[in-house]
């Protein structure tokens, strides 16, 4: 009669207890894409390397899309393709880089506004999100482009932040790295909300380059690059598996820049 009704205490203690099952480490595939779309740089523009995107997304289904030298219209259609391919949350994000000149938005050639953009795929039953953004303190007056990074937060789950940094000074695109890595993404951490990040984008800067990307890469951070300009960097906790190009079949003058990681498991310590 004791064991018994020890038994049923615990069947009561037990009732009014939720147990949450960890989930296990999934896969994380981050895909750069620099389409040079502004319609002003003629040596790389075609019109034709959203398209190719689209192919790119369909055919590697990518969690996340980093997005470079894009028109605000573009997301809008990557977007769809990610949707098509996704089932849960697609969250779409875009900032501007700003006109030095007049303090508004740069723009394409089209009119749209110019910057980067992120596509973030966010498994159920997760969804909540949050998107941060700035321009950078250091800028080439000489250059109207002022540069901009763009962050989206998968809440309990990872921020996946891209950039295109300066192209006129090696020396300013480190500064401005630095900024980013050093200060805005820290302050995120900072502020309570700490998940594993990527970092992925064209950086103007290269491993082995004077001065060289490894300069302003955390030394707690992972990092890879194409063999050219397209950087990756992602925390510790984002055991990197692979990395390969994909090619964009000359509608931009990058190739895509695939990444697989292991994204750790909710429950997971090192989460």
Same mark, same amino acid.
């Not at 875009?94 to 006109?99: D, V």
């Not at 089209?110 to 795929?121: E, F, S």
């Not at 800067?205 to 302003?216: E, K, M, W």
């Given at each position: 009669m004791v064991a018994a009704a020890a038994l049923v205490s615990v069947a009561v203690l037990l009732a009014g207890c939720s147990v949450v099952a960890p989930v296990a480490p999934a896969p994380l595939r981050v895909l750069q894409l620099n389409l040079c779309n502004s319609g002003m740089?003629? *040596?790389?523009?075609t019109g034709r390397a959203v398209a190719r995107a689209a192919e790119v997304i369909r055919a590697e289904t990518p969690d996340v899309v980093t997005l470079n030298e894009i028109c605000s219209g573009d997301v809008d259609t990557l977007e769809r393709v990610m949707t098509d391919v996704h089932a849960g949350t697609v969250v779409a994000a875009?900032?501007?880089? $700003?006109?030095g000149r007049t303090g508004e938005p740069y723009r394409c050639v089209? *009119?749209?506004?110019? *910057? /980067? =953009?992120?596509?973030?795929?966010i498994a159920a039953p997760a969804g909540e999100h949050e998107v941060h953004a700035g321009i950078y303190p250091a800028q080439d007056p000489a250059d109207p482009e002022q540069r901009a990074w763009l962050c989206v937060e998968a809440r309990t789950l990872f921020f996946a932040c891209t950039t295109h940094l300066a192209y006129?000074?090696?020396?300013?695109?480190?500064?401005?790295?630095?900024?980013?890595? =050093?200060?805005?993404i820290p302050?995120?951490?900072a502020d309570g909300r700490y998940q594993p990040t990527v970092v992925s984008g064209d950086l103007n800067?290269?491993?082995? *380059?004077?001065?060289? /990307? $490894?300069?302003?890469v955390p030394a707690d951070y992972r990092h890879r690059h194409d063999g050219g300009v397209q950087q990756f960097m992602a925390t510790?906790?984002?055991?990197?598996?692979?990395? $390969?190009s994909v090619s964009m079949e000359r509608t931009t003058d990058h190739a895509a820049f695939l990444v697989t990681l292991t994204l750790p498991g909710q429950g997971d310590p090192a989460h």
């Open positions: 740089a003629t *040596g790389c523009y875009f900032q501007p880089a $700003r006109n089209n *009119g749209q506004q110019y *910057g /980067v =953009g992120v596509l973030t795929h006129t000074s090696s020396t300013l695109a480190l500064a401005q790295c630095s900024h980013l890595v =050093g200060t805005a302050q995120l951490h800067l290269r491993q082995g *380059g004077t001065p060289d /990307v $490894r300069s302003c510790a906790d984002l055991p990197i598996e692979s990395t $390969r």
